[in-house]
T-cell receptor, first 113, second 111 residues
Framework: DAGVTQSPTHLIKTRGQQVTLRCSPKSGHDTVSWYQQALGQGPQFIFQ???????QRGNFPDRFSGHQFPNYSSELNVNALLLGDSALYLC????????????FGPGTRLLVL | DAKTTQPNSMESNEEEPVHLPCNHSTISGTDYIHWYRQLPSQGPEYVIHGLTSNVNNRMASLAIAEDRKSSTLILHRATLRDAAVYYCILRRETSGSRLTFGEGTQLTVNP
């Protein structure tokens, strides 16, 4: 079982650019959540996808958007990047019906210059 | 979401027990107490969770106060690999999969 995988592992962008991060959930999981973790802080919930729709959203602007595909994998898109978007972006998967614990991927480290 | 309070940091010696406290005085009856930990350069990892009764698993034990306003994560024999940030999280059944992390407790394990 591969667990939750994310790509890329690291990324450097400049202000104003757009970025797409990818996540493959753990086998058997149908729900994907995204978190942003700034240095020295705990992860902050961005949004959650289930059945290809955004189901819950945290306190993040519309520049943050996502998508879930029929195979349950997911993308996080961030437009008009700001310096403050520099963070570790974590993907977590779970099985919605069972309301199980979440399994996290290793994250994508984004640096905005 | 109800708030949790944890010490910023704690130290332990290898092979000794560690008791990580968490206060959650505004906990509601439907809030589960979850613990996750984050090792360096990794995503958070589930440790244990409970509602009212104490819980044990292969990683740790969770002791929950009778009034549920506090809990303690117990690592019975700390190893160097247990050095991590430990997060105590209250998760309401109606909140779905969403987890609200605080800043956690940085555990240092000394050899």
């Amino acid at each position: 079982d591969a667990g939750v995988t994310q790509s890329p592992t690291h990324l450097i962008k400049t202000r104003g650019q757009q970025v797409t991060l990818r996540c493959s959930p753990k086998s058997g999981h149908d729900t994907v959540s995204w978190y942003q973790q700034a240095l020295g802080q705990g992860p902050q919930f961005i949004f959650q996808y289930y059945e290809e729709e955004e189901r819950q959203r945290g306190n993040f602007p519309d520049r943050f958007s996502g998508h879930q595909f029929p195979n349950y994998s997911s993308e996080l898109n961030v437009n008009a990047l700001l310096l403050g978007d520099s963070a570790l972006y974590l993907c977590a998967s779970s099985r919605r019906r069972a309301r199980e614990t979440q399994y996290f991927g290793p994250g994508t480290r984004l640096l905005v210059l | 979401d109800a708030k949790t309070t944890q010490p910023n940091s704690m130290e332990s010696n290898e092979e000794e027990p560690v008791h990580l406290p968490c206060n959650h005085s505004t906990i509601s009856g439907t809030d589960y107490i979850h613990w996750y930990r984050q090792l360096p350069s990794q995503g958070p990892e589930y440790v244990i969770h409970g509602l009212t009764s104490n819980v044990n698993n292969r990683m740790a034990s969770l002791a929950i106060a009778e009034d549920r306003k506090s809990s303690t994560l117990i690592l019975h024999r700390a190893t160097l690999r247990d050095a991590a940030v430990y997060y105590c999280i209250l998760r309401r059944e109606t909140s779905g999969s969403r987890l609200t992390f605080g800043e956690g407790t940085q555990l240092t394990v000394n050899p």
